[in-house]
């Protein structure tokens, strides 16, 4: 039997939440959805906010933290296209558990709850979507732990940089990201990070740019952090 291809002009193409409903649901779901935009730097909604939608990322890239008393952040994850966001709130119905900042210029898709409820009641399928990334989730936080465990804060940053620089070949990854954001994913002081920022500069597996970071060997940097080079 011949498969269909995914129309290419489709909102929904490649997330994974959706893939398995026919064109027709798909499309319901666009309609229902509301294209949303955000500049970098801007808040997508932050801790204890109604949960009102699922944003669907299509451009661009977002950090996901939560927020001390003190003032200071710990970095949850980083969220690129085509992932989803704001799924916790969704099915519980309870406010936002962790805040949303823009780290990139984005395009998104924002669902209601109401039209995702329904939606899930017509397509019960999607719930094992949203099981998979609830799972991916728990799996994130649960390695974030380990390494604070067992990595120092060299290796942190190192893992923290591979994680940003994503699923590529190329022989250089430009990565727009301030020392101070990247303090508060690997969870240190920004003196610290860019005490390890230096030490990697002088061994030519990166160089800074500004607020930028070119990251020039990303082996090396995937060895220091722990991970088996792909």
């Given amino acids: 039997m011949e498969g269909r291809l995914p129309d290419p002009g489709d909102a929904l193409t490649g997330v994974d939440m959706f893939s ?11 309609q229902a959805a509301v294209p949303r935009t955000y500049r970098k730097g801007q808040l997508l909604f932050v801790e204890n906010d109604p949960g009102e939608s699922l944003i669907v990322l299509k451009r661009g890239a977002v950090m996901v933290f939560r927020t001390a008393p003190t003032g200071e952040r710990a ?3 980083v969220v ?10 969704l099915l519980d119905g309870a406010g936002r558990s962790a805040s949303a900042e823009a780290i990139e210029d984005c395009q998104a898709l924002a669902l209601s709850r ?25 799996r994130r936080l649960t390695e974030q732990n380990a390494d604070h465990v067992f990595l120092d804060l060299p290796g942190r940053v190192a893992k923290t940089l591979v994680r940003l620089a994503g699923e590529t070949n190329a022989p250089m ?7 101070s954001q990247l303090a508060e994913m ?26 930028r970071i070119v990251v020039t060997d990303l082996s090396a940097l995937r060895r220091r952090a722990g991970m088996v080079d792909r």
């Fill in 20 to 30: 398995g409903l026919d064109p027709d649901a798909r499309q319901r779901v666009i």
């Fill in 114 to 138: 109401h039209a995702f409820i329904e939606l899930v009641h017509a397509n019960p399928r999607i719930l094992d979507a949203v099981m998979r990334s609830l799972g991916g989730l728990i």
């Fill in 75 to 77: 970095v949850l994850s």
């Fill in 173 to 179: 990854v430009t990565i727009e990201l301030n020392q």
């Fill in 80 to 89: 690129r296209p085509p992932d989803a966001l704001g799924e916790v709130s």
């Fill in 186 to 211: 690997a969870g240190g002081s920004r003196q610290s990070v860019n005490q390890a920022i230096g030490s990697f500069a002088s061994r030519g597996w990166l160089r800074t740019e500004g607020r």
